[in-house]
């Protein structure tokens, strides 16, 4: 492998550009034979290899082939993350997120089969604000996978919990509603729990009822003015996008008009909900 990295070394350095594009694919068939051969990863082989021919790169000869899109994206979702979660913690007290919170649920997802989240994430942000011919369609299916974040990640602390009752309710193909309120209606009966009653419309049979009850939400979300009110109104609107998300695909580029940062925020703010109150519990 490292003579063939030299080879296209050879090949870029006399500008023979076609026989160095030729290579490429044969070396990275051959990092994926040593891989699975070897049972190791793409990132230990570079590290193995280091650097190959002259160049003033500072990156490893592969890495600079082959960019580490998984490193690329955890920092692009490490910044977004960031960012919101300054406005998050503005408006609670008891379950703020610091930076390491964020370091410690990245590495959770990327440790599990969640960890799309921060691919979703990323390409959701960079469609919509492109705005190309066909952005309402990438974004909606973009803003489809993001949206299954917040109940996967229950799920998957559900299964980490040790409660065999609360376990239970995995094995019945429960939706996100079923999940809330298993998780946080005796914890928090007279807080979130009654703000997420409270706000409801949760549902939407098309997307003109997806748009007046995501309307609605935000409207009574600017006017919180409390961390119940704030994290339950969040959870609604989550669940609406999730709700309307999984059991629709439509083309509309007016469907988030205004609404896009709310509904990402909601999200994404449920999705640090979910995680602190995790960790209060113990389960990670």
């Given at each position: 492998?490292?003579?063939?990295?030299?080879?296209?070394?050879?090949?870029?350095q006399?500008?023979?550009y076609?026989?160095?594009e030729?290579?490429?694919?044969?070396?990275w068939?051959?990092?994926?034979?040593?891989?699975f051969?070897?049972?190791?990863?793409?990132?230990?082989?570079s590290?193995?290899?280091?650097?190959?021919?002259?160049?003033?790169?500072?990156?490893?000869?592969?890495?600079?082939?082959?960019?580490?899109?998984?490193?690329?994206?955890?920092?692009?979702?490490?910044?977004?993350?960031?960012?919101?979660?300054?406005?998050?913690?503005?408006?609670?007290?008891?379950?703020?997120?610091?930076?390491?919170?964020i370091?410690?649920?990245?590495?959770?997802?990327?440790?599990?089969?969640l960890?799309?989240f921060?691919?979703?994430?990323v390409?959701?942000?960079?469609?919509?604000?492109?705005?190309?011919?066909?952005?309402?369609?990438?974004?909606?299916?973009?803003?489809?996978?993001?949206?299954?974040?917040?109940?996967?990640?229950?799920?998957?602390?559900?299964?980490?919990?040790?409660?065999?009752?609360?376990?239970?309710?995995?094995?019945s193909?429960?939706?996100?509603?079923?999940?809330?309120?298993?998780?946080?209606?005796?914890?928090?009966?007279?807080?979130?729990w009654?703000?997420?009653?409270?706000?409801?419309?949760?549902?939407?049979?098309?997307?003109?009822?997806?748009?007046?009850?995501?309307?609605?939400?935000?409207?009574?979300?600017?006017?919180?003015?409390?961390?119940?009110?704030?994290?339950g109104?969040?959870?609604?609107?989550?669940?609406?996008l999730?709700?309307?998300?999984?059991?629709?695909?439509?083309?509309?580029?007016?469907?988030?008009?205004?609404?896009?940062?709310?509904?990402?925020?909601?999200?994404?703010?449920?999705?640090?909900?979910?995680?602190?109150?995790?960790?209060?519990?113990?389960?990670?």
């Amino acid at each position: 492998l490292r003579g063939m990295l030299f080879l296209h070394h050879c090949y870029e350095q006399s500008e023979r550009y076609k026989l160095a594009e030729a290579l490429k694919s044969d070396i990275w068939r051959m990092v994926e034979l040593i891989r699975f051969a070897f049972s190791t990863s793409s990132e230990a082989i570079s590290d193995r290899i280091g650097y190959v021919g002259i160049g003033i790169s500072n990156q490893k000869t592969l890495e600079v082939l082959f960019p580490n899109r998984r490193k690329v994206i955890r920092e692009k979702a490490e910044k977004i993350l960031t960012s919101l979660c300054t406005a998050y913690n503005k408006t609670t007290q008891n379950y703020q997120i610091s930076p390491q919170d964020i370091d410690e649920l990245l590495n959770f997802v990327e440790g599990s089969d969640l960890a799309v989240f921060e691919y979703a994430l990323v390409e959701l942000n960079e469609t919509h604000f492109n705005r190309t011919s066909w952005y309402a369609a990438e974004s909606f299916l973009r803003l489809k996978a993001l949206a299954s974040f917040p109940e996967s990640l229950m799920r998957k602390l559900i299964c980490r919990s040790g409660d065999s009752s609360l376990q239970g309710v995995l094995s019945s193909n429960a939706g996100m509603g079923t999940l809330v309120q298993r998780l946080y209606q005796a914890k928090y009966q007279n807080t979130i729990w009654n703000e997420y009653v409270t706000a409801g419309r949760r549902d939407a049979n098309n997307a003109q009822d997806f748009k007046t009850n995501t309307m609605h939400l935000i409207s009574i979300k600017v006017r919180a003015t409390n961390e119940n009110q704030f994290i339950g109104i969040d959870l609604s609107l989550a669940t609406l996008l999730r709700n309307f998300t999984s059991h629709h695909l439509v083309e509309q580029p007016d469907l988030l008009s205004g609404q896009y940062v709310y509904s990402v925020r909601a999200i994404l703010n449920t999705a640090f909900f979910v995680w602190k109150d995790a960790k209060s519990r113990g389960w990670v």
